[in-house]
C-alpha cells in the first residue's frame, strides 16, 4: 500500500495488507452505533455484535502498529446510552493500555466572574456550537473522546507541538524554560465551523474536522 494514499474500503480488509508492527500512528473515529443513517453501513448493531466487530478491528491494529506507535480513538455517546464510549474503551483495555484520555469540547460557556482577573476576556461568553437536546431529564452534549491507547503506556510524546503560550508571561522563566509554551493538557475545543445549510455545508452525518489546513 502507498503512504499518503486514501483507500476507500473496508478497515479490516485494508489492514490486511498492511506489515506487522509497521504502522506510526493510527486515529480513528468508528460509527458509536447509534443509529446514524450512513449511505451503505447500518448502525444498528446489538451491542454485542458491534463490541465484536470493535475487537476484530483492534486486534489488527494491534497487529500492524509499532510498538512504540499510538493509537487514538474518537468516540462520542447518546443521552440516553452513555456507556458507548466506556463500553469501547473496555473492549480495547484487554488490548492496549490507555495512557490519555481527551475530551473534545465543542461548546463551553465561561462566566465572567469565575475567570477573574483574566485580561482577555472581559464578559460572559458562550463559544462553540453543539446539538441541543429537548428534555428535561438530560443536559444537551457538548464534548466527546478521544481516547490514546498505546501498547505498554510508555510513548513519548511531543507535547509542546501542540503547546499553547502560557497567559501569565512570567511563567515562562519559571516553568517554561524560556519557551512561551506550556501544555495545551487533555480538553481539547474544537467547534464545528459555522454552517448555514446543513446539507450542501456537511454533508457526512457524522463529521469530524480538525483545524487541519
Ligand atoms: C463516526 S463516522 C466518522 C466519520 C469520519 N470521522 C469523517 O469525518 O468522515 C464513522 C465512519 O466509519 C465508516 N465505516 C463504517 N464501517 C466501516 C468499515 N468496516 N471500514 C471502514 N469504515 C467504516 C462509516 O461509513 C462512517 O463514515
Known sequence: MDVNKIYCMDCLEGMKELKDKS???VVTSPPYNIGIKYN?????????????????????IKRVLKDD???????????K???IAFDVANVIRKHFKLQNTIHWIKSIAIQKEDV???PNIIGDIVVGHYKPI?????????????FHFTKNGDVKLDKLSIGVPY????????????????DRGNTWFIPYETIQYRDKDRPHPATFRFPFP
Open 23 to 25: 504502522v506510526d500512528v
Open 40 to 60: 451503505k453501513y447500518s448502525d444498528n448493531l446489538s451491542r454485542e455484535d458491534y463490541l465484536n466487530w470493535i475487537e476484530e478491528v483492534v486486534k489488527e
Open 69 to 79: 506507535g499510538s493509537f487514538f480513538i474518537n468516540i462520542g455517546y447518546t443521552a
Open 81 to 83: 446510552d452513555p456507556w
Open 116 to 118: 477573574g482577573n483574566y
Open 134 to 146: 429537548n428534555s428535561d431529564r438530560y443536559l444537551s452534549i457538548m464534548h466527546e473522546y478521544i
Open 167 to 182: 497567559q501569565d508571561k512570567s511563567n515562562i522563566k519559571r516553568f517554561g524554560k524560556n519557551k512561551d509554551l506550556r
